[in-house]
């Protein structure tokens, strides 16, 4: 099983970009886990690949990495209508479809790390655009520790 890796953000072309590190040789075999809204995660889902696979702010800079045919990325919804996710009971089922394709991906590839990205405490999920509640953010990193067991 690969191992979970977080990672914190500092600026662009270094580590902890994703979109520079997508593109480096030493990180091919790796899965970047990026924090997506939840109409972009569910045009992906459906198949509508044209809106599902469109390059996103932040994090979501490798979304279309999910659309290659041994995906390097894949997304968790953290937020819609451009606000974030504030109630876990509401909002655990897109999350699980989430957290299930993510497991799904790295029981059939050979991922050697999965990434994702994190707060300054460098556990918690990081967000950026969205303004998620903490337990919804446990929640889903409690979840990608689960899925790389």
């Known amino acids: 099983m690969p191992q979970l890796i977080p990672v914190r953000f500092s600026q662009k072309g270094q580590y902890g970009d994703f979109d520079w590190m997508s593109r480096q040789c030493r990180y091919k075999k790796s899965l970047f886990i990026f924090n997506d ?4 995660f569910l045009a992906f889902q459906s198949g509508r690949w044209k809106r599902g696979c ?10 279309p990495c999910q659309c290659i045919p041994v995906p390097r990325s ?21 999350i699980n479809r989430a957290l299930f394709h993510i497991r799904s991906l790295i029981e059939k590839h050979n991922y050697d790390a999965v990434f994702y990205s994190a707060a300054e405490d460098g556990r918690t999920l990081g967000n950026s655009i969205f303004n ?11 979840g990608l520790e689960n899925a790389v067991k």
């Not at 998620?132 to 409690?142: F, G, H, M, R």
């Open 74 to 94: 894949a997304g968790v919804p953290t937020g819609k209508c451009r606000v974030g996710y504030n109630d876990l009971a509401e909002d655990r089922h897109q």
């Open 37 to 40: 809204n939840e109409e972009q």
């Open 54 to 63: 469109i390059k996103g702010g932040g994090n979501a800079v490798v979304r």
């Open 132 to 142: 998620v509640s903490p337990d919804i953010k446990e929640y889903i990193v409690q």
